[in-house]
């Protein structure tokens, strides 16, 4: 029975990345119609667009797969497609809190899953506006050490013309950190170096962390599962800090 037992659990983990993978493909497609619809499907004069689909070609969403979004999204179909940016604010276990990005075609749905997965999963609805000063748009880097040091890319950067905040050790990356405004010219600071990183998105960053026990984060990581898994949902954003001690009491789990 073991080998039996080593299989679900490999089929479980397997069906989890595969489900991760789809969404991440479907985040990409979006994106794509959404610059498309708001700039026309000719990427040389969409600079949105133009970004939008060589982001879903480096996280290797199928061409096919882009080329129609493109076109669905310019109306090229006969489809219209129109989605709305909306920001839910939550609250969670101790005094925790979240921002949830979503990109939607119907409000209502959003609204009602979003809520739902919120409620029933610990979390509260904070009033509108009452979380989100807790954090700032900043436009972040993940870019993997590879035996680089913060000098490394700090002198590409810099050398490249573009202007970093700070960039923070995270382990095996370094996060860059920059003002939204300048998040392309930090990426392409980078490109220009051969430097290979990650991601470059614009997100939400906490003014300050909660720390939480053993409880409260699994109780946070259960409600943002939940969001996470919802199809309107692009992003997840919280304040939370898991110490290290935890974290490992977790892996036991």
Known sequence: ??????WAT?????????????????????K?????????ADM???????LAVSKAKKNSVPIMNIDRAVKRGAGLTGEVVDYTEIIYEARGPQGSALLVECLTDN????????????????????DPGSVQYLF?????????KEERSEDDLLEAILEGGADAEEIQDAGENFVIQSEPTDLRAVAEALDAAGIHYETDEVEFIPSMK???????????LKLEEALEELDDVQSVYSNVEIPAEVLAQLEED
Do not use: C, W, Y
């Open 210 to 220: 909660v720390e939480l026990d053993l409880d409260g984060a699994r109780k946070f």
């Open 136 to 144: 700032a748009r900043k436009g972040i880097v993940v870019a993997p």
């Open 1 to 6: 029975m073991s080998g039996h037992s080593k």
């Open 32 to 40: 794509i119609e959404v610059a498309a619809r708001a700039g026309g």
């Open 107 to 126: 409000k209502n749905r959003a609204a009602s899953e979003t809520r739902v997965a919120i409620t029933r999963n610990g979390g509260t609805i904070a």
């Open 10 to 30: 490999t089929k479980h983990k397997k069906a989890a990345i595969d489900a991760k993978r789809a969404k991440a493909f479907a985040q990409f497609i979006k």
């Open 44 to 50: 040389a004069g969409n600079p949105g667009l133009e």
